[in-house]
């Protein structure tokens, strides 16, 4: 299985700062993703990465920025953090046969 | 637009009955499914794939695959408090991204 770690479970952060979220795999799989869920809304994309340097956007980039410079690692940027983008964000990785595996969240709160 | 659709619930099911999980997709190409439980503030765990038509049984999970009729189940044998959780349905559709059903929650009776 691919591990998936991220730098913080909890991230408080004041409304205009520059957040930085981290997210670690320790397999050699090219695909990475960054999640935001919300209650009732279930979980939805932000940006994507298939290999290093590269990315995608997904169904909700507004705000976000994205950084792959190795392939283990795939940093999601809130330029300017708003109280809308207080939220649970999920980074994940793929699998051999697209199956997705999780790291356990940040639970992110811009006050 | 490619859709995933679950019940929200709650699911309520005794402990030690059959707990039953359906999941609707609107892709008729789509090829792999998945099935993940997320307990309340946690993040989402892989239980079960499938990517034939059938069944697949893991311990007390078993998928159901219905590529003509475009539904995939999970079934939990001898549900336990422990199972009590949101289940999430995901289908791949094409390429490497997934489609996430917003989840059924379930929730084991003792």
């Known amino acids: 299985d691919v591990k998936v770690t991220q730098s913080s479970r909890y991230l408080v952060k004041r409304t205009g700062e520059k957040v930085f979220l981290e997210c670690v795999q320790d397999?050699?799989?090219?695909?990475m993703f960054w999640y935001r869920q919300d209650p009732g809304l279930g979980l939805r994309l932000i940006y994507f990465?298939?290999?290093?340097?590269?990315?995608e956007k997904g169904d909700i980039p507004e705000g976000y920025s994205v950084s792959r410079e190795k392939k283990e690692r795939f940093s999601l940027i809130l330029e300017s953090a708003s109280t809308n983008q207080t939220s649970m964000y999920l980074c994940?990785?793929?699998?051999?046969?697209?199956?997705?595996?999780f790291g356990p969240g940040t639970r992110l709160t811009v006050t | 637009q490619k859709e995933v659709e679950q019940n929200s619930g709650p699911l309520s099911v005794p402990e030690g009955a059959i707990a039953s999980l359906n999941c609707t997709y609107s892709?008729?190409?789509?090829?792999?499914f998945f099935w993940y439980r997320q307990y309340s503030g946690k993040s989402p765990e892989l239980i079960m794939s499938?990517?034939?038509?059938g069944d697949k049984e893991d311990g007390r999970f078993t998928a159901q695959l219905n590529k003509a009729s475009q539904y995939v189940s999970l079934l939990i044998r001898d549900s336990q408090p422990s199972d009590s959780a949101t289940y999430l349905c995901?289908?791949?559709?094409?390429?490497?991204?997934?489609?996430f059903g917003k989840g059924t929650r379930l929730h084991i009776l003792p």
């Open positions: 990465s298939y290999d290093v340097k590269m990315k």
């Open positions: 397999m050699d799989h090219e695909n």
């Open positions: 995901a289908v791949n559709m094409k390429g490497d991204k997934i489609i």
């Open positions: 994940a990785a793929t699998g051999k046969i697209y199956e997705q595996y």
């Open positions: 499938i990517y034939s038509n």
């Open positions: 892709d008729r190409g789509s090829q792999s």
